[in-house]
């Protein structure tokens, strides 16, 4: 069986499998969460079809069938060796052209049932851009507070969060750039529709610049985290030095606090720079957080208003005080949803 779907009703399918059959280069630059590349040409292929396709178009067709057919054949050994015939797939490339319709109707003769997505991937990406694009229909309980006081850990304890430094693979400040590359924009964008579509209609999140990284927050995403109730988490200096020590130690090379520190010389001391350098030579851990800390404490702007306050030192009692303090406003939003 094989049919094609618009996205709205694409993604309320329950896939067993889901193929993206696009080159593992675009693959991945971003795709629909949670999908697995069976591709129709590989990069190489993919750029030998295209410059065919410019002279010779007949050409360029017989010589994309061929390379289908011999990609198909290896996909669908490991397809039938993993998935029941019978079970159904979803399946979507570039634009909903041959490279899908051909590896999903040779899965539909198989006895899979075959879900395709109407238009492909830019379909899906249209969709994407167009919900960021309007009003986010969307109620936030927004963390913020100084440096190390825990906003993070805190996510990671709570139901209904999204952790945007998380999706965005970095830490958020100057130094933030530690845990390796970042996702592409429009990988990251997947991956936050994709988070917003599994939840109710609101979420814990962390109140952040609009650029974490070289990730750009959706403007309208950015504005309904500005109007959040804003929650101020604080802790002791202790705790905030012991939190951003096991954070960034081992992660930390010395190139790469080089590279850090330059990024704020510009509004430092010479001295400061220099003591920054000196301690992370000599690996005065604590001596050396507390001088970063209050540089940031500095540069913090607390929100004009703040909705609530909760003290972070121990984040297993903050995240029950938390929910217990909200249990009603959030019983009734879970309530209010149900109903819409």
Request: contains cysteine; hydrophobic residues 40%; charged residues 25%.
């Amino acid at each position: 069986m094989l049919s094609e779907v618009e996205f709205t009703e694409f993604q309320k399918e329950n896939f067993s499998l889901l193929i993206d059959a696009r080159s593992p280069r675009e693959f991945l630059h971003s795709h629909l969460i949670g999908a697995l590349n069976f591709y129709a040409f590989n990069d190489e292929e993919y750029q030998e079809i295209g410059t065919i396709y410019k002279k010779n178009q007949a050409l360029a067709k017989a010589r994309g069938a061929s390379y289908i057919c011999q990609n198909t054949a290896k996909h669908i050994l490991e397809i039938t060796q993993n998935f029941r015939i019978g079970e159904k797939v979803g399946i979507y490339c570039s634009r909903g052209g041959l490279r899908s319709k051909s590896i999903a109707v040779i899965l539909s003769e198989l006895g899979f049932r075959v879900v395709r997505l109407k238009g492909g991937f830019k379909a899906y990406r249209t969709f994407v851009t167009h919900y960021f694009e309007n009003e986010i229909n969307f109620d936030f309980f927004a963390l913020c507070g100084n440096t190390g006081c825990g906003k993070t850990e805190l996510l990671e304890q709570l139901p209904q969060a999204i952790n945007l430094e998380k999706m965005a693979n970095h830490l958020g400040s100057s130094f933030g750039d530690i845990l390796g590359k970042q996702p592409t924009q429009k990988a990251f964008e997947a991956e936050l529709f994709h988070n917003m579509q599994n939840l109710e209609k609101f979420a814990f999140i962390e109140s952040e610049s609009r650029k974490i990284g070289d990730i750009i927050l959706p403007l309208k995403f950015y504005e309904k985290i500005q109007k959040a109730f804003k929650i101020y988490c604080f802790c002791s200096l202790e705790n905030r030095v012991k939190r951003i020590q096991k954070i960034y130690q081992e992660k930390m090379t010395p190139l790469k606090f080089q590279q850090c520190v330059q990024k704020i010389s510009p509004y430092i001391s010479l001295n400061l720079r220099q003591d920054l350098l000196q301690s992370y030579e000599r690996k005065e851990w604590q001596k050396l957080i507390v001088m970063l800390l209050e540089y940031y404490d500095k540069t913090y702007k607390k929100p004009d208003k703040i909705d609530s306050e909760l003290n972070t030192d121990d984040i297993l009692k903050a995240k029950e005080e938390l929910l217990d303090h909200f249990k009603a406003q959030l019983l009734f939003l879970i309530l209010d949803n149900f109903i819409k």
